[in-house]
C-alpha cells in the first residue's frame, strides 16, 4: 500500500522559511529569552542612571583669529589661502589641549588639592627624597584632566567650544575660563618669544648687511675711479652722438663713391660716336658740352642740306666737314676732361669711405671697452643697490617687530565665557529608557533569532516537511498536565456542551484526517495496520497514539491498540489494565502449541501449516474426514507433496496425463505395469521412457496438488496427525517437489481463517471503557526486544487482527534503542513518526529514520508544541 494513495496529506507548506510570519512564529517561540534580555538592560539602564556620579559640564566659546604678522609679511598671501587656513586653524585647535598649557591651569588653579580631595586617596605620609611620587601625581592630574577636557570646533567658522566636565560646577566652570585665559596668554607669550627671537636675528643681519652695503658702495667708486667713469653721464651722450655723425658720414661717403665710380665707367665706355652718352646727366649739365652739341646738330642739318646741292668733293662740303671733326674733337676732348674730373671725384669720396670706415671701427672698438666696464659697473651698482635695499628692509622689519612686541594682542579672544552649570550633564530619563528600550528589544531579537540559528532542532511542521520530507498530520500543543498524568486515560463519551472541546481538540483534527483513509472499503475488509514510531523516549509516542486510537473510534472504527515494546510499556498503565495476559504471552502459547494429533474442529487446517511452518519441522501430516484421508510431506516447513490415499497417486496422474492427451493409452499401461513390477515413480517410468516431457509432467503435477490443498482447506471437521520425520528426496526418482505453493495456502487461509491461533490471540485483547477500542498490552515478563520474536508470528498475528479491525495502531519502542522495531516495518501498511517539537536535531532524526522504508512512512504528528491554544480555535467559532 502506498501512502500517497491510501492516506491524506492535510498539512502543505505554507511558506517558505525567511518570511516575515517564520520570524514572527520564533519570536513567539523564544519571547521569554527577548523578555528576559530585555529586562536585564532595562534594569541595567535605570541602576546605572541611578548610581552614576552627577557630573556638571561648564562651556565656553572661544574665536581663533588670523592676525597678520610682521614676523610673515613675504608670505601672507599663502597664508590667507585655504591650504594654509585649515591646517593653521587644526593645529590652533591641537594646541588648545598641549600639556604645558594644561600644566600652566593645573598649577593656577592648585587642582592638585581638588584631585585628591576628589579621588579620596590619602596623599603619601612619608614623601620621599626623590620627586617619583610628584611626578606620578602630576601625570595623573594631567591624564585626568585631559580626560575630562573637551574641545568641540564650530563647523564652518573660527569659533571653538572648549568644555570641562566634573563633579564640582563652579570648579568646572572656573577651570575652562582659565583654560581660555591661560591659553590666549600663552599665545601672546609665544608671539613676544617669537618677536624677541626674529628681533634678535634681524640685529645681526642688519650689522652684517651694513657691512655689505659699505663694501659693495666703495667697490662702486673705486671702479669709476680706475676707469675714468667720474663723469659717466656726459660722456656717454658725447660718445653716442659721435658715433651716430661718423655711421651717417660713412653712409654718404659710400653712397657718392658708388654714384662717381658709375659715372666713371659709363664714361670711360662712351665716344663722341654713342649718342647715348649725351643722355648722362654729368654730360647733359655742362654747358660746353651742351653748346658743343647743338653746334654739331647745326653742322650736320648743314650737311643734308648741301649734299643736296654739292658733291662730297665740293669745297664746301669738305669745309663742312672739316668743321664736323673740328667740333667732335671738342665734344671729345670736353667728355674726357669730364671723365677725369668725375675720376677724381670718385677717388675722393673713395678716401673719405675708408678714412669714415677707419673713424668708426675705432669708436666701435671704444663701445665695447666702454660697454664692458659700463656692464661690470652696473653690476656693481645693482649689488650695491640690492645691499641698500636689504638692508633698509630689515631695519624696518626690526622696528616692527619691535613695535609688535610692546603692542602684542593675543589672536584668542573669549567670544562666551563659561557660566556655572545649573544642572547635570546626562540624558533625561525617558530618554535613557526609550534607548533602553530600543536596545534591549534590538538585542532580545538577535539573540533570539542566533539562539533559532544554532538550534537545529526540529519544532514547526515546516521544519517537518522542509528538513525531514515528510506530511504533518498535525500539531498537538504542549500541556503541562500530560506530563505529570501517567494514570488512566478517561475515554467518555462526550456530552453536547463538551462538543466544543471535541472539536478543537487538535488529536481529533487527526484523527479526521486518517480516519477516513483507513475505512475499510471494496471487496478487501481487512484493517489497516499502523505502526506510530518516535526516535527517542519521551516524545509522547504512547500519549498520542493512545488519544488517536481514542478519537478514531469516534468515526465508528474498530481500534485496536498494540503495544509492542516490551521493555518500557506504558500503555497498560494509561488504559487502567493490570498486570496478566498480553502480546508476551499470546506469542508464547502459539509458540508451545502442540500439533502431533487434534481435531479439525479445534485447529482449523490453516493453523496446522502455520504452525508447521513456524517450527520448521520435517515429516507427514494425515488428515481423516468421514470419507477421505489426504497425507501432506513436509520438508523443513515447506510443503513437499501432497495425495489422496483413497486414490492412489499413479491412477490420477496416468488418466490426467490420458485426458490431456499427452501419452496413449498403450503408453499409459505399459507405464503401470513396470511401476507395479517394480515399484517406481509413475512419472519417472513416464519422464525416462520419453513418452512425456518433464515440463508437461510439472504442469499436471500441479494441478493435481493445487487440486489436493484446496480440498484439504475445504475440510471442517476430522482429526488429524502429525509424524515428525526426515523427508528425503531423489531427484532421479521424484519429478516434482520444488514448487512453491505459498500464495495459495495463504489465500486459502485467509479465506477459511483461523481458531486456535486466532483464539489464543483474542484471549489476551481486552476492551476498555471506550466503545469499539480494544488493547493487545505487551506485558512483557522477560523484556524480549521486539526484534527477537518470529517474523512469521508477527505478521500472522497482524493478519488475523486486520480481518476483525478497522485500525491496527502498534506502539512501538523507540528507533534508538535498537531493539529491531524494523521488523514491523515490512509488515505494517504505513508509519506514523510522533516528534517531540524542539527535542532532537534534525540530522539525528533522519539518520534514525533511514533505518525504515521510507515509503511507507505516512506523515509525522508534531508533540509538545509550544504555542498558544488559541492557535487552534479555527474549529470552534459558531458553536454554542
Not at 510570519?21 to 521569554?32: F, G, M, T
Not at 563633579?167 to 590666549?184: G, L, Q, R, Y
Not at 503435477?701 to 528425503?728: A, C, N, T, V, Y
Amino acid at each position: 500500500m502506498k501512502p500517497s494513495e491510501n492516506f491524506p496529506h492535510p498539512y502543505k507548506v505554507l511558506s517558505a522559511p525567511g518570511h516575515l510570519s517564520d520570524y514572527l512564529a520564533i519570536l513567539q517561540r523564544r519571547k521569554w529569552v527577548v523578555l528576559l534580555v530585555w529586562l536585564l538592560v532595562m534594569g541595567g539602564a535605570v541602576l546605572n542612571f541611578h548610581h552614576q556620579e552627577q557630573v556638571y559640564r561648564a562651556s565656553a566659546l572661544i574665536m581663533i583669529e588670523r592676525k597678520p604678522s610682521p614676523m610673515d609679511p613675504l608670505g601672507e598671501t599663502e597664508t590667507r589661502s585655504s591650504a594654509f587656513v585649515n591646517p593653521y586653524y587644526k593645529t590652533e585647535v591641537k594646541l588648545l589641549s598641549h600639556r604645558t598649557l594644561i600644566q600652566t591651569v593645573i598649577r593656577e588653579l592648585e587642582l592638585e588639592k581638588y584631585y585628591v580631595a576628589l579621588t579620596e586617596e590619602p596623599s603619601d605620609p612619608q614623601p620621599s627624597t626623590s620627586n617619583d611620587g610628584a611626578v606620578q601625581l602630576q601625570a595623573e592630574i594631567v591624564e585626568w584632566y585631559t580626560d575630562h577636557f573637551e574641545i568641540e570646533p564650530v563647523p564652518e567658522s573660527n569659533l571653538v567650544h572648549i568644555r570641562f566636565s566634573g563633579p564640582d560646577p563652579e570648579m568646572a566652570a572656573k577651570i575652562v575660563n582659565t583654560h581660555a585665559e591661560k591659553a590666549s596668554e600663552d599665545t601672546v607669550q609665544l608671539h613676544q618669544k617669537r618677536a624677541k627671537s626674529a628681533l634678535d636675528w634681524l640685529k645681526a643681519q642688519l650689522e652684517r648687511q651694513k657691512k655689505e652695503v659699505k663694501t659693495a658702495q666703495e667697490s662702486v667708486n673705486a671702479f669709476k675711479k680706475d676707469n675714468d667713469l667720474m663723469m659717466m653721464g656726459g660722456r656717454e651722450n658725447i660718445f653716442s652722438q659721435e658715433f651716430a655723425e661718423l655711421n651717417n658720414a660713412l653712409i654718404k661717403a659710400r653712397a657718392d663713391h658708388i654714384a662717381s665710380q658709375a659715372a666713371y665707367l659709363q664714361l670711360d665706355r662712351t665716344t663722341d660716336e654713342n649718342i647715348d652718352t649725351l643722355l648722362f646727366p654729368e654730360i647733359s649739365d655742362d654747358t660746353v658740352i651742351q653748346n658743343l652739341k647743338s653746334k654739331l646738330s647745326d653742322i650736320y642739318s648743314r650737311r643734308i642740306e648741301m649734299a643736296s646741292k654739292y658733291g662730297p668733293k665740293h669745297t664746301k662740303m669738305i669745309e663742312l666737314n672739316a668743321t664736323l671733326a673740328h667740333v667732335k674733337s671738342e665734344i671729345n676732348a670736353e667728355i674726357a676732361r669730364l671723365r677725369r674730373t668725375i675720376k677724381a671725384q670718385a677717388d675722393r669720396a673713395a678716401s673719405i669711405e675708408a678714412l669714415v670706415t677707419r673713424q668708426l671701427e675705432k669708436k666701435k672698438k671704444l663701445a665695447l671697452s666702454m660697454g664692458e666696464k659700463l656692464s661690470q659697473y652696473d653690476v656693481l651698482q645693482q649689488q650695491a643697490e640690492s645691499s641698500r635695499e636689504i638692508y633698509d628692509f630689515l631695519l624696518k622689519q626690526a622696528e616692527e617687530i619691535s613695535l609688535a612686541s610692546v603692542m602684542s594682542s593675543s589672536h584668542i579672544r573669549v567670544i562666551d565665557p563659561a557660566e556655572i552649570p545649573t544642572r547635570p550633564d546626562q540624558f533625561p530619563m525617558m530618554l535613557v529608557l526609550l534607548a533602553a528600550a530600543f536596545v534591549g528589544l534590538f538585542m532580545g531579537t538577535g539573540l533570539a533569532l542566533f539562539l533559532e540559528y544554532m538550534d537545529n532542532t526540529v519544532k514547526t511542521p515546516i521544519d517537518v516537511s522542509v528538513r525531514l520530507g515528510m506530511t504533518v498530520f498535525g500539531v498537538i500543543p504542549y500541556d503541562k498536565a500530560i506530563r505529570k498524568e501517567i494514570d488512566q486515560i478517561s475515554y467518555h463519551q462526550y456530552s453536547l456542551k463538551d462538543q466544543k472541546k471535541l472539536i478543537a481538540d487538535p488529536v481529533s483534527r487527526i484523527t479526521s484526517r486518517l480516519s477516513v483513509k483507513m475505512t475499510p472499503s471494496g471487496e478487501n475488509c481487512q484493517g489497516r495496520v499502523i505502526a506510530v514510531e518516535s526516535v527517542t523516549m519521551g516524545e509522547g509516542k504512547t500519549v498520542v497514539v493512545s488519544k488517536i486510537a481514542a478519537n478514531l473510534t469516534s468515526a465508528g472504527l474498530r481500534v485496536l491498540l498494540l503495544d509492542s515494546d516490551f521493555q518500557r510499556s506504558t500503555l497498560t498503565a494509561m488504559v487502567g489494565l493490570r498486570n496478566g495476559g498480553g502480546l508476551e504471552r499470546a506469542i508464547h502459547r502459539i509458540e508451545m502449541l502442540n500439533i502431533g494429533r487434534g481435531e479439525l474442529k479445534d485447529f482449523s487446517v490453516d493453523d496446522i501449516f502455520f504452525l508447521i511452518q513456524l517450527k520448521r519441522l520435517s515429516g507427514e501430516l494425515l488428515v481423516r474426514n468421514d470419507d477421505s484421508n489426504l497425507s501432506a510431506f513436509f520438508l523443513n516447513g515447506a510443503l513437499l507433496h501432497i495425495q489422496d490415499d483413497n486414490n492412489p497417486t499413479a491412477n490420477r496422474l496416468g488418466r490426467m496425463l490420458l485426458q490431456g492427451k499427452f501419452i496413449s493409452e498403450d503408453q499409459l499401461q505399459e507405464a503401470l505395469a513396470r511401476h507395479n513390477r517394480t515399484g517406481r515413480p509413475l512419472g519417472y517410468i513416464l519422464v525416462n521412457s520419453g513418452y512425456v516431457s518433464r515440463e508437461k509432467l510439472r504442469g499436471s503435477l500441479r494441478l493435481q496438488m493445487e487440486d489436493h490443498i484446496q480440498k484439504l482447506f475445504s475440510w471442517k471437521s476430522g482429526h488429524f496427525h502429525f509424524s515428525p520425520g526426515l523427508m528425503r528426496t531423489y531427484e532421479s526418482e521424484r519429478i516434482l517437489y520444488a514448487e512453491d505453493f505459498s500464495e495459495l495456502i495463504d489465500n486459502l487461509g485467509w479465506i477459511e481463517g483461523s481458531k486456535m491461533v486466532e483464539n489464543i490471540i483474542f484471549e489476551d485483547i481486552v476492551g476498555t471503557k471506550q466503545q469499539n477500542l480494544f488493547v493487545l498490552p505487551a506485558n512483557s515478563s522477560t523484556k524480549r526486544p521486539i526484534g527477537h520474536v518470529n517474523r512469521a508470528l508477527l505478521r500472522k498475528l497482524l493478519e488475523i487482527v486486520k480481518t476483525r479491525f478497522d485500525v491496527v495502531l502498534i506502539d512501538t519502542p523507540p528507533l534508538d534503542a535498537q531493539l529491531g522495531v524494523e521488523t514491523l516495518s515490512s509488515f505494517v501498511d504505513g508509519i506514523i513518526v510522533v516528534i517531540s517539537a524542539g527535542n532532537l536535531s534534525y540530522r539525528i532524526i533522519n539518520s534514525e529514520l533511514d533505518s525504515l522504508p521510507r515509503d511507507k512512512i505516512i506523515g509525522a504528528v508534531l508533540n509538545k508544541v509550544r504555542t498558544k491554544p488559541s492557535h487552534y480555535n479555527y474549529y470552534t467559532e459558531g458553536i454554542q
